[in-house]
């Protein structure tokens, strides 16, 4: 068979910013922000694979189209450079190098080498964490690889070989075929049909818009419950429903039953620190068949860990395949990035909420108009009658302070609080209309016993006083002067 080679000699690409571009570079800034979260969070190596098959799904999807719109094979190639330019992720790209081709015009081999020029990601990595030992433009990588595979339907391997971001003078990297990848169908083609990859891709790649978007985590499991044909649930550390869709009251009924049983006897396997060593049980694709149902989960891990389980429910007896593992592994990694997202949106709320409560406290405030406005930013009603609760621990609460805080919230969720932490007290302020003091009582009474089922190793103290708005500044005075006292247990 006759082959030739088309040599590519040494091409400079560069884009001059429009309007259309806008929305794109917004995304790269939101994407290094995301990054510099995400190594902080989850670490490098997780966030390298992350932002890999982000930007691998860009490249595919860009690829796709210019398949659409031009028919030779280097017009889509001068594409790439463009549209990559476009996302924000460089200024321009320097390439070089050569394809050979079959006498059927099919793709034989490729070999090239490039460089970017003002990459974004080693400008964050810079700017964040200092110089790195490594090539850090994963995203780049990932762009590169899927678009250059999809326009050659080969596997192609692009590695950056120096990097800004490493003290190098530029970002260069090479490209070299691995595999062909067949357009025909093979003999796995049927089963991969139940779960098209580049659906999968569509999604990691929707994660970033989502998240800009403000799209929720119920959004992304619903979108992927239609294209996988699977049900998906999220659970807090504690089994707790925290996320999930497509479940019917009573299949959930039926969920809850059997992890209260595995909760229970998982507690008592781990003893009397399970919390702390749950913490620390980090696994994949695990599978447990239960009385009422099936899962297949994974942990979702923060900072070393455990903070959450995404799992694969069926309420009918069921055998995992390969292929359901492939699904639950990237969307964990879906859901462990918008968690980790909700995360640090929460922690930002939750410094605003901390603050506005410690200037209520220490009479900062001094504009009513200013007050009623910032209180209806966090949808409390300051005209209302409020109990301040005082939750005092005699060991440092540091490593759980925020589970203890989400538990709380969770267990308060029908009502309206407020809530500032410092070192080892947690102040809440609950809004609320009752008159009968000993339903505040209760609600707090509830709550202590709660507390200490769920972290039996760090017992609380609650202090609460009813106020008025009227005498909201005196309210450190009252404050001194506690009208419940809830004391630790004295055989803790």
């Known amino acids: 068979m006759d082959q030739r080679i088309i040599t590519m000699n040494k091409t400079t690409f560069h884009h001059e910013n429009g309007e259309g571009d806008i929305d794109n570079f917004a995304i790269a800034r939101a994407l290094s922000f995301l990054k510099a979260d995400l190594i902080d969070l989850n670490g490098m190596e997780k966030a390298t694979e992350l932002m890999f098959n982000y930007g691998y799904q860009l490249g595919v999807s860009d690829a796709q189209r210019m398949r659409e719109k031009y028919i030779d094979i280097q017009d889509i190639l001068k594409q790439g450079p463009t549209l990559h330019c476009k996302k924000g992720h460089i200024k321009g790209s320097i390439f070089e190098g050569y394809i050979e081709f079959y006498g059927d015009k099919s793709v034989k081999t490729v070999y ?13 990595h810079l700017d964040c964490f200092g110089q790195s030992d490594v090539p850090v433009c994963h995203t780049l990588m990932g762009f590169a690889t899927g678009y250059m595979s999809t326009v050659f339907q080969f596997e192609v391997k692009v590695i950056e070989k ?7 003078e530029n970002c260069k990297w090479d490209i070299y075929t691995v595999n062909h990848l067949p357009d ?20 990691q790649s929707k994660m970033i818009q989502a998240v800009i978007d403000g799209a929720t985590v119920e959004d992304i499991l619903k979108e992927a419950e239609i294209t996988f044909g699977r ?11 925290a996320h999930s869709t497509n479940l019917s009251e009573r299949d959930r009924q039926s969920i809850e039953k059997d992890m209260r049983i595995y909760d229970q006897n998982e507690r008592n396997q781990l003893g009397m620190y399970f919390f702390e060593r749950r913490q620390q049980l980090s696994f994949t694709k695990k599978v447990l068949k239960l009385e009422n149902h099936v899962r297949l989960t994974n942990t979702i891990v923060s900072k070393n860990k455990v903070v959450a389980y995404l799992s694969m429910i069926s309420m009918h007896p069921k055998t995992f395949t390969a292929y359901d593992y492939l699904i639950l592994s990237k969307m964990t990694n879906v859901i462990s990035v918008l968690l980790m997202t909700n995360a640090i949106l929460e922690k930002s709320l939750a410094k605003d909420e901390s603050t506005f409560t410690n200037e209520i406290l220490h009479q900062e405030l001094t504009d009513k108009n200013q007050i009623l406005s910032r209180s209806r930013f966090f949808e409390v009603d300051i005209k209302q009658s409020y109990t301040v609760a005082i939750l005092r621990w005699s060991k440092n609460i540091d490593k759980i302070q925020n589970e203890i805080e ?12 407020l809530i500032s932490l410092k070192e080892q007290e947690l102040v809440i302020l609950l809004f609320h209309s009752l008159k009968d003091h ?5 609600i707090f009474s509830h709550l202590r016993a709660a507390l200490i089922g769920q972290f039996p190793k760090h017992p609380v103290q609650i202090v609460t006083a ?4 009227a005498f909201w500044r005196q309210v450190l005075t ?15």
């Open 112 to 124: 090239g080498t490039g460089t970017w020029l003002h990459s974004y990601e080693a400008k964050v």
């Open 162 to 168: 120096t990097c800004v971001a490493r003290g190098d």
């Open 184 to 203: 025909e169908p093979n003999e796995l083609s049927e089963n991969q049909a139940a779960f098209d990859l580049v659906e999968l891709g569509n999604i």
């Open 231 to 241: 049900t998906f649930l999220v659970e807090d550390i504690f089994y707790n429903f």
């Open 406 to 417: 989400s538990f709380i919230r969770r267990h308060l969720k029908k009502h309206r609080i």
């Open 438 to 442: 000993s339903l505040i009582q209760n």
């Open 466 to 469: 009813i106020l008025d708005i």
């Open 478 to 492: 009252i404050m001194k002067q506690p009208l419940l006292w809830f004391p630790a247990p004295t055989h803790q």
